[in-house]
């Protein structure tokens, strides 16, 4: 199992698989110290523990704990399996069509502005709107949802009429499971679970968005990426160079097509890294020099 979780973080392309079990990784590390803790009669240790990864509604103390602005999207409830499976399941299904066309690190960056989106919205209207002070769960609100949703209504924006076969239901656009989703947390916006709900449509709102943004040429979530590429290099080991002295030697017709060659492969190698990068992020990923360089290479077939 572990060199299949490895395997799945070094295949291109792979962000929603990733993300999922990076989500089933922490509810199940959860509920094991939910079970021992709970059954030890140290309830009131997991209860700490699970408040600093959900996202508090009073505003001072979500204050008190930024990071919870990210942690909350990778934590579900522990009371039963359904939280987390129908969540999965939703991300896996746009999530993997969505990767298709756009790339993993366009995927990765909606799902942590979905969650960002959500809990702002979340804050937002316990905050603000005496409604919800009463009907918002003080100690905090946990779930992908709100990225989830994100995922899925920007899938829908940018291929509305892409069909799934459902199960009792047959082929059904898209653009049809999303309304219903979000029709859903529309009426549950004033039920027993309304802070979650609103969440939903802040998710779903910046997905939207993202696509429609997108189709125009503004990444929203390019700062997200950029962090994200910054974060892995810091981990990476710097390559080291090696530095030699020879003398001079007169080029001869031999060393002129040895040097010829190099270039060939140099060039090569260039092409197979550019190749690998729209692979793994799309065409747009691509710098100028880089499209250049595949335009040039193209004509020399």
Not at 36 to 43: Q, R
Not at 139 to 152: H, K, T
Not at 221 to 227: D, E, L
Request: hydrophobic share 50%.
């Amino acid at each position: 199992m572990l060199d299949e979780f490895k395997n799945a973080f070094q295949r291109p392309n792979n962000a929603h698989i990733q993300l999922i079990i990076i989500n089933v990784a922490v509810f199940v590390v959860l509920a094991v110290f939910f079970v021992v803790l709970t059954a030890s009669g140290l309830s009131d240790v997991f209860d700490t523990i699970h408040r600093q990864l959900a996202i508090p509604a009073p505003l001072f103390s979500f204050i008190a704990k930024p990071w919870t602005i990210i942690t909350y999207a990778f934590v579900h409830d522990l009371s039963g399996i359904f939280h987390i499976l129908f969540n999965m399941l939703a991300f896996y299904w746009f999530g993997k069509l969505f990767v298709e066309y756009l790339g993993s690190d366009k995927l990765t960056a909606l799902y942590v502005l979905g969650a960002i989106t959500g809990a702002f919205f979340y804050l937002l209207i316990y905050n603000t709107l005496p409604f919800y002070q009463t009907r918002v769960p003080v100690e905090g609100m946990v779930g992908a949802s709100a990225a989830v949703y994100a995922v899925l209504v920007a899938t829908a924006t940018l291929l509305p009429d892409y069909t799934f076969f459902l199960l009792f239901f047959g082929p059904v656009r898209i653009k049809y499971i999303a309304w219903i989703y979000i029709v859903i947390s529309f009426l549950g916006a004033v039920g027993p679970n309304a802070g979650g709900n609103v969440a939903h449509l802040g998710g779903a709102l910046i997905g939207y968005v993202y696509i429609k943004q997108l189709q125009v040429g503004v990444d929203w979530g390019g700062w997200i990426t950029a962090v994200l590429e910054w974060t892995k290099n810091l981990f990476k080991p710097s390559p080291k160079v090696k530095v030699s002295y020879r003398k001079k030697e007169t080029v001869t017709s031999s060393a002129a097509k040895t040097a010829s060659q190099s270039f060939s492969k140099t060039t090569q190698e260039e092409i197979d890294a550019i190749l690998d990068k729209i692979s793994e992020r799309g065409y747009e990923s691509l710098s100028k020099e880089e499209k250049e360089k595949l335009f040039n290479a193209s004509k020399k077939q």
